[in-house]
């Protein structure tokens, strides 16, 4: 899967935040509810523009991110 084919940052879409193309739908918001426990039904069920490989997209975006050298530094208040 090539995520570059359904997530895309704009300045003018949530703040550049990386978003599904053509909506306002975030990575972001996307694996807070996955982490959450919600399911891919669930997240189907409450956004109808969204669809199962848009999904995977947000997850293999988050993994590039990851992937990649940039260090991320967590405040010792965020550390659980």
């Not at 704009?10 to 509810?33: F, N, Q, S």
């Amino acid at each position: 899967m090539r995520w570059q084919d359904y997530i895309e940052r704009r300045a003018d879409v949530m703040v550049g935040k990386p978003v599904i193309k053509g909506t306002r739908i975030t990575v972001e918001l996307l694996l807070e509810r996955l982490g959450a426990g919600a399911t891919d039904a669930d997240l189907l069920q409450a956004y109808p523009h969204l669809r199962p490989e848009h999904i995977r997209a947000a997850q293999t975006y988050a993994a590039a991110a990851l992937s990649s050298d940039e260090l991320i530094v967590l405040d010792h208040g965020d550390a659980r």
